[in-house]
Structures are given as structure tokens and as C-alpha cells.
């Protein structure tokens, strides 16, 4: 099982450290946490994707709020939400191959964004499952490199003002 | 005007109200102490960075501000770090100032050169690294809002030389941005009315009082609840006085070694209130076995401390004397009387167990000397401990009637914390009587404050309990370890002379007819005292719930006759 948060922090050094050291003491199991810029100067946003078994997701949600710079915690796992992740792949293709690389990557919306003599780049974005099945088709062919960004989350809608799940500060209180 | 950053965190430290550092100087922190001079503040030179930051612990508890401790950078500030962790596992607001090397040199190893926020991130409420002069007075706002504010605990700033030199223009920030930080006050009326349900139904419950209690502040409320609901009250070792030992209502202390008459009304409660407690393991004992018949409503300001080990069928969390007031309006009055007729058996089968029972055999115990105490001190005294089995027996035997009287390190467990935080006591309460109840071996830890307390002419009465074996490791031995005593018996100065080395006057007591005698001769003498108590070698604490047992399964004190 596993769940996604969203944290809002402050975009302040060290804050991933803080973070990081978290998930660490308390031994939550991280299998992929992604930080980026947000629309606001001084805040950044992490996606957050726990193995919560073992693990109760609201105990990673109740010690993130202990960290001061953490300001929002969002559990949107089972909401209505948007989940990608965005993975780069390096397939061996020999020149009478390019072919059958980029059709495989039509079919799943992914493009050919490098062309090298022996190998080509794959961008493809979707969600976990669908990179999966682009990679497991690709592998014999010989995956020589591949980077993937973790998975990136946003509820849909209007967002101002509500929270699908109680937020653990407070008792579920919204701003 | 221009101050240099040093002038700038005196001017920011004054109002906060710091008027006591504990401290020890070093290159990267000379400008703090040189700035010093020109404020109205008190340095107290500690012989050890621990024993400041223990110091400012103790005079943090007692006083119920923040405390204050200053070191250099490198060694000065590593050797703060049992005193860190000590705060932040008991909750105590103290905010740490550390030296750090320039900002230029960060990362190249200068001389003392450590990464101080690195190493204390996981046990601080939080840190700060202050690289420019104009960073400082921002930071020292936040830093003791952070610390006192919410669920406290310690912060800690480091600040780079550069930092403390530098001049810049001194704005006093008037307000102060902390956008994820907004601790919790009330609870919401949902939960109340749940609670106030389970209140209803319920036939068997207790109250389990923490250090929240005294933190928040609630010990009227508390007594109010108490009183209103006739709910009997078991308390942690750091929820000691949160209402008083003599209260027809007090079940004492819970736990490892809590009265076994408390640990039962816990195992066979319908509905356990946690107050402003966390469930530490030396309360619960085995957790699939704890309060198996109780509905659990548990009253907490730190979310991550509901459902961490034990769920709660009803979490509230908020400020303890908020949430307590909102909620005792809403409450009826109840009286349990089969249940507290229940509790009473179980008190007078504890008694007939208890070593104050025993027939006069001549020897000494250490409960006889804290019984001893608690009647010479009026139970009024500033109690400080050390750890391991005279800390229970304190614990035990010296009943307290008042919040904020026992000073003691309960979440870490810090062998050493006494004597240093006995010296920050004396300096909170200078009125008052503080006595150090201390173990031969903690004493032995950070015995070089003594030097401190003369100094300071701090009148801190000291009495070890001298056992000349670390003596709880040793009845784990005994218990165990088929009494194999691996490197727990200890020899120590004589610490008679030890004392008188440092012109402190002492006394020793090794036969009950003694005691009375030593501690009239602590109380005569002005200033500082010590006193050795040679009591037995291998007595034990009872009742002692087993690691990994169920609460109930205590191992009970062999009846004598
Ligand atoms: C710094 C530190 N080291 C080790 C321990 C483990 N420990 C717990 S109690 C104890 C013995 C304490 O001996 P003493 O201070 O003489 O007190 P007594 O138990 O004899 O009353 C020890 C070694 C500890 N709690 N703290």
C-alpha cells in the first residue's frame, strides 16, 4: 500500500534535510519524494509517496506538522486527485530499430526527445502503472539508463478553502 | 542605531526576559561573552557544557521560563548534546546559543569547526544556523516563541563569528512570520461531546496525568475535573504533583514503578483519561496488554503523540487547560463509589508491602532517608534527581504535594542530570529549599560542578544515596541476570572530603538514628552542604513491572515481617 502527501514548506535551506531526517528517525519507509518551486516565492511543494504498511499514513502527516517549516500536509490518496511521474529512458536502438522504439512510445503518449547512432531517449509522463508497462516492453531491447522524477500529485478543482482529508493539525481545522 | 550581532542578541535576549545564562566560553562564542558585560544578565561559568545545559533544564522546570545556555563552537557545543536531548525528550523550553566558525570557513574543516544544526536537528524542536548580524534579532524572537509556545522543547542557534561581530542597524522585530507553526488550542466540539459521552457511560475510569499537566499549566482544571467526576488520578513520573499525593483522588505514579494499586485500577479501567501524556513504554508496559477494557480519550497538543502506541477512541488535540475548560461545563457530576471502594482494597494490600512497614532492623534504606527528607522539608522541597533507583524511591517516597517540585530527566534517563540542574533550581527559586537526591554513580557524573555551586555560593542541599553499586543496572542483574554483577559496583571518593576539598561542609550517615541528625546539620548550615547516606547494597524498587510484561504483572516487594 501507499500513500501520497502533499507538503507545503518553506523554501528555506536545509528544509529537505529537516524532511528527510524525519522519515528516517521515525522509520517511515519513503518510496519517492519529489520537491519543486510552487507559484509562491518562499514556498516549495512535496509530493511524498510512503509504503504505509506498517506504517498509519496520519502518523507521517502528524510529524511533518511538527517540523516549523512545514505549513500544509495533505493526504491525497483514494481523493480526487492527478498523480504523474515522468521518467526518462535510454533504449539501445541501432538506426533499423528507431522504429519499433517510437511506435511503442506513440502508443503510450511518450516521445523520442534524443537520437544518438546507437540509442535513443524515451520522455514519457503517466502514472506509475503506465511507465511500467512502457519500460517492461522496452527491456529487451536494453534499457541502458533511465531517471524517473517520482510521482508529482494535485487535487483537481478548486481547491480554496476545502480539504478532502482532516488535516492532522488541529484536528482537521481548515485555513 | 548600529550594534554588532553580540549587542543584538543581548538586546533581543533582555527582552525576552533573560536575566541568568548558563555558559562556558570559547573562541567562536567571545563576542556573546564579551557583550555580556554590558547587559544586566548573569553568567554562571558551569565546569562542563552539560552541566549548563542541564542547568538551564533545571532552572527552565523550576522557573517555568525559558533557560538559556551558551557554549563555543566544535567540542562546546557537542558536549551541550545529552543536555538537548534531555530537554527535548521531557518537552523543556531552553534555547542553546552556539558559536559557530565564520561563514567563509563553513564546510572547510577550520579548527572546531562542527555541523552544530546537523547534529541537533533530530533532537531539537528546532534549529537555526545565523550566518549575518541582521539575521539575529529575527531569529531570537522565533527562536523562544518556538521553544515555549505549542508543545515546548529546546531550540538551538548557531551563530557564525562573522555573525557576532558584524554591525548593523538593530530593528527589533515587532511580530514575527512562522507560517507551518500554529500549535493547537481548543479541540472541536465534536470530540468534546464524544467525550463527554464516554464520561457518561463510564464506570471504572482514571485520569492519567503527564508532564502536560504542569506544561500547560491545568492543575486546577485537573482538580476540577477530577474532584466533579470523581475520577481517580494516576500520574507519570514527570505528572508528579499535578494534583497532591494526599488527595483521597491521587492514585500516584503509574508505570514500571508505579504503586501496584495504580497499575491495577489502570489494567481494570473501562475508560482511561490521558491528560497531556505520551505512553512512554515505562508506563504501559506491554502495549497488547495495556488497559485492554478501557476506551481511551486522549488529551494531547502534539498530534504525532495521539495513536503513536496506544489508540485512542476519542483524541482531543489541543492545549490541556483550554480543551479541560471547555470540556468541564459540559460534564456531569458522577461518584464511582464501588470503583473507588475497589481502589482502596487494593492501597491496603500495598501498604502492608511497603518498606515503610518493616520492623526497625537497624539498616539504612534509601526510603527511609527520603521519607526522612520529605518530613524535615515539610514536602515542599525543590526535589532534583539523578537516575536509577533512588530516583524511583524519590519518586515513591517523597510525596508531593505541589506541581514543579521534582526535577528530574524522565524521557532520557540522564545519569548526571542532578547536581547541574539542582544549580539551575537554586538559581529560578532562590527562596526555596532545593535538595539534590542523587545516585553514587549519577553523582560521580558530573561531580565537577561543585566547583560551580561554590562559586555561585549556591544553596543547594546534596544528599547521595550511596549504595556503591549503579544500582538499578545492578537489580536488573539480580532479577535477570542470575545476579551476575557486570560493572556495576563502583567505588567513589570519600565524599566527605570530596566536599570539603571544595569548602563545602558534610556530614555521613550510615544507621537510620543518623539521618535525622544529617539532615539537622544541612538545614543549620548556611550554603552548600553534602551529605552520604551509606545505605544498603543491594535493596530493590518495587513493584517493578518487567521490560515487555503487562502492567499488571509486577513483581511485588516480599511481605517481611
Ligand atoms: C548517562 C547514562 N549512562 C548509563 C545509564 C544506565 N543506567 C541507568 S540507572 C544506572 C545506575 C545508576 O546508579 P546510581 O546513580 O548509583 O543510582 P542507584 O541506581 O544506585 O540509586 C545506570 C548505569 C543512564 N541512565 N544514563
Redesign the pocket.
Known amino acids: 500500500m501507499h500513500n501520497t502527501l502533499i507538503a507545503l514548506v518553506e523554501d528555506k535551506p536545509g528544509v529537505l534535510n529537516r524532511v528527510a531526517s524525519l522519515f528516517r528517525r521515525r522509520n517511515f519507509n519513503i518510496e519517492s519524494l519529489n520537491v519543486g518551486r510552487t507559484d509562491k516565492a518562499n514556498i516549495s511543494r512535496m509530493t511524498i509517496v510512503v509504503n504505509s504498511e506498517g506504517v498509519d499514513a496520519r502518523k507521517v502527516e502528524a510529524n511533518l506538522y511538527k517540523l516549523v517549516n512545514v505549513i500544509d500536509v495533505q493526504d491525497v490518496t483514494n481523493q480526487p486527485a492527478v498523480i504523474r511521474d515522468l521518467a526518462l529512458i535510454k533504449v539501445k536502438a541501432k538506426p533499423d530499430q528507431r522504429a519499433e522504439v517510437s511506435s511503442l512510445a506513440a502508443i503510450f503518449r511518450g516521445n523520442i526527445i534524443d537520437v544518438a547512432p546507437d540509442s535513443v531517449i524515451v520522455e514519457l509522463t503517466g502514472t506509475e502503472d503506465k511507465i511500467e508497462s512502457l519500460v517492461e516492453l522496452l527491456r529487451p531491447l536494453g534499457i541502458l539508463e533511465m531517471v524517473r522524477t517520482g510521482n508529482v500529485a494535485m487535487m483537481r478543482g478548486d481547491m480554496s478553502g476545502k480539504r478532502y482529508t482532516p488535516g492532522t493539525n488541529g484536528n482537521g481545522h481548515v485555513e | 542605531m548600529k550594534k554588532t550581532g553580540a549587542d543584538i542578541l543581548m538586546e533581543c535576549l533582555i527582552r525576552e526576559g533573560v536575566d541568568t545564562i548558563f555558559g562556558y566560553p570559547g573562541g567562536a562564542i567571545m563576542p556573546v561573552h564579551d557583550a555580556m558585560l554590558r547587559y544586566p544578565v548573569h553568567h554562571i561559568l558551569t565546569r562542563h557544557e552539560q552541566g549548563a545545559a542541564h542547568a538551564a533544564d533545571g532552572y527552565a522546570r523550576a522557573s517555568g521560563k525559558v533557560g538559556v545556555a551558551v557554549a563555543t563552537s566544535g567540542p562546546g557545543a557537542t558536549n551541550l548534546v545529552?543536555g538537548i536531548v534531555t530537554a527535548n525528550m521531557d518537552s523543556v523550553p531552553i534555547v542553546f546559543i552556539t558559536g559557530q566558525v565564520a561563514a567563509d570557513l563553513i564546510g572547510g574543516d577550520a579548527f572546531q569547526e562542527t555541523d552544530v544544526t546537523g547534529i541537533t536537528l533530530p533532537v531539537t524542536k528546532h534549529n537555526y544556523l545565523v550566518t549575518r548580524a541582521d539575521e539575529i534579532a529575527q531569529v531570537v524572537r522565533e527562536a523562544f516563541h518556538i521553544a515555549r509556545s505549542g508543545r515546548p522543547g529546546p531550540v538551538l542557534i548557531d551563530i557564525c563569528k562573522n555573525a557576532q561581530i558584524e554591525e548593523t542597524e538593530f530593528i527589533y522585530p515587532e511580530t514575527i512570520s512562522l507560517p507551518g507553526y500554529h500549535p493547537p488550542e481548543h479541540a472541536p466540539m465534536e470530540g468534546l461531546e464524544k467525550a463527554v459521552e464516554l464520561i457518561k457511560k463510564a464506570e471504572r475510569p482514571v485520569i492519567l496525568a503527564g508532564n502536560g499537566v504542569l506544561m500547560s499549566g491545568a492543575m486546577d482544571e485537573l482538580q476540577i475535573f477530577a474532584a466533579k467526576t470523581n475520577t481517580p488520578v494516576a500520574m507519570t513520573l514527570l505528572g508528579l504533583g499535578a494534583i497532591p499525593a494526599s488527595s483521597p483522588l491521587s492514585l500516584g505514579m503509574m508505570g514500571m514503578h508505579g504503586e501496584a494499586y495504580c497499575n491495577s485500577a489502570i489494567q481494570e479501567s473501562d475508560l482511561i483519561l490521558a491528560f497531556g501524556m505520551r505512553f512512554d513504554d515505562r508506563v504501559t508496559g506491554m502495549l497488547s496488554t495495556y488497559a485492554p477494557k478501557a476506551k481511551k480519550i486522549h488529551i494531547e497538543i502534539d498530534p504525532s503523540e495521539v495513536h503513536k502506541n496506544v489508540f485512542a477512541d476519542v483524541p482531543l488535540i489541543g492545549d490541556l487547560k483550554t480543551v479541560l475548560t471547555d470540556l468541564i461545563p459540559m460534564l456531569d457530576e458522577y461518584d464511582h463509589e464501588k470503583w473507588m471502594q475497589q481502589i482502596d482494597v487494593w492501597k491496603t494490600e500495598t501498604k502492608e508491602r511497603s518498606v515503610m512497614a518493616w520492623p526497625d532492623d537497624d539498616k539504612l534504606y534509601?526510603p527511609h532517608v527520603i521519607r526522612a527528607l520529605w518530613k524535615a522539608t515539610s514536602g515542599d522541597a525543590l526535589v532534583v534527581t539523578?537516575?536509577?533507583?533512588?530516583?524511583m524511591?524519590a519518586a515513591q517516597y517523597y510525596e508531593f504535594e505541589k506541581p514543579y517540585r521534582l526535577l528530574t530527566s524522565g524521557g532520557a534517563?540522564?545519569?548526571?542530570y542532578g547536581l547541574p540542574a539542582a544549580l539551575g533550581a537554586w538559581f529560578a527559586h532562590k527562596d526555596r529549599e532545593v535538595w539534590l537526591i542523587?545516585?553514587?554513580?549519577?553523582?560521580q557524573?558530573t561531580a565537577a560542578e561543585l566547583s560551580t555551586l561554590v562559586q555561585e555560593g549556591a544553596n543547594v542541599k546534596i544528599a547521595i544515596?550511596n549504595?556503591s553499586?549503579?544500582?538499578?543496572?545492578?537489580?536488573w542483574q539480580e532479577f535477570f541476570y542470575d545476579k551476575r554483577y557486570a560493572a556495576?559496583p563502583?567505588t567513589g571518593p570519600d565524599f566527605i572530603k570530596l566536599a570539603d576539598a571544595h569548602g563545602i561542609p558534610g556530614q555521613r550517615a550510615t544507621t537510620p538514628d543518623e539521618v535525622f541528625d544529617a539532615i539537622e546539620f544541612a538545614h543549620k548550615t548556611p550554603g552548600p552542604v553534602l551529605l552520604e547516606f551509606v545505605v544498603e547494597k543491594e535493596e530493590s524498587v518495587y513493584p517493578m513491572v518487567p521490560a515487555g510484561a503487562a502492567l499488571h504483572e509486577m513483581l511485588r516487594r516480599p511481605i517481611r515481617k
Open positions: 545529552t534509601t539523578g537516575v536509577g533507583q533512588h530516583q524511591w534517563g540522564t545519569m548526571g542523587d545516585g553514587d554513580g549519577s553523582f557524573m544515596m549504595n553499586f549503579l544500582g538499578m543496572v545492578r537489580q556495576t563502583i
